[in-house]
Nanobody, 123 residues
């Protein structure tokens, strides 16, 4: 069973950057499409970005397009989210998850959720 561990969150000023990591253990995620989600206080978890199992294609929520970049290193069983030009609306707990179909279309998170990593952006 895959365990996911997110890290890299923190407190940053508006306009700043953070790089999140999602390390998988217990099983390879190299054939999974992988995605990032976030949940702000009082709101439902929402999709942020996804990447195909090859890393050849990515998909982003409109709210982060042009500011966030998802990538992966299958040799390290790890997925990343580079976040630039952060604003207070990006404040949330960020989670990663995987879709065993390998793609990004109608991405369906199918793994057990990790603890997430808190991102707080001050104005």
């Amino acid at each position: 069973q895959v365990q996911l561990e997110e890290s890299g969150g923190g407190l940053v000023q508006a306009g700043g950057s953070l790089r999140l990591s999602c390390a998988a253990s217990g099983q390879t995620i190299s054939t999974y499409g992988m995605g990032w989600f976030r949940q702000a206080p009082g709101k439902e978890r929402e999709f942020v970005a996804a990447i195909t199992w090859t890393g050849g294609s990515t998909t982003y929520a409109d709210s982060v397009k042009g500011r966030f970049t998802i990538s992966r290193d299958n040799t390290k069983n790890t997925v990343y989210l580079q976040m630039n030009s952060l604003n207070p609306e990006d404040t949330a707990v960020y989670y990663c998850n995987g879709d065993p179909r390998g793609g990004t279309i109608r991405f369906t998170p199918s793994l057990m959720w990790g603890q997430g990593t808190q991102v707080t952006v001050s104005s």
